[in-house]
């Protein structure tokens, strides 16, 4: 079976660093979008960074300039590094990928979560 297994989070002060990452485990074939999502409390879980197998990045209007979001096709493993951290990115972030394996065929994941908390 597919896994995803997210670490890094933390607490951390406002204009500290943190970075996350998440491994995909089990009979994988093929990666194709891996991303990050973030759900804080009372609100909706949204889009924070993706990256397409050949690279392509997309990352939200909120964290553009202050995150970057890279992978190891290699490792299966996808980074997130945050600087310039600001309370409002306190949430539960959460890894997500578009995965083709044996026997489940295609399918999208989510890890875990990984509590992010910025201190004022």
């Known amino acids: 079976q597919v896994q995803l297994v997210e670490s890094g989070g933390g607490l951390v002060q406002a204009g500290g660093s943190l970075r996350l990452s998440c491994s995909a485990s089990?009979?994988?074939?093929?990666?194709?979008?891996m991303g990050w999502y973030r759900q804080a409390p009372g609100k909706q879980r949204e889009l924070v960074a993706s990256?397409?197998?050949?690279?392509?990045?997309n990352y939200a209007d909120s964290v553009k300039g202050r995150f970057t979001i890279s992978r190891d096709n290699a490792k299966n493993t996808v980074l997130l590094q945050m600087n310039s951290l600001k309370p409002e990115d306190t949430a539960v972030y959460y890894c997500?990928?578009?995965?083709?394996?044996?026997?489940?065929?295609?399918?999208?994941?989510w890890g875990q979560g990984t509590q992010v908390t910025v201190s004022s």
């Open positions: 997500n990928a578009d995965i083709l394996s044996w026997p489940l065929g295609s399918n999208n994941y």
């Open positions: 089990g009979s994988i074939f093929r990666i194709s979008a």
């Open positions: 990256v397409t197998s050949g690279g392509n990045t």
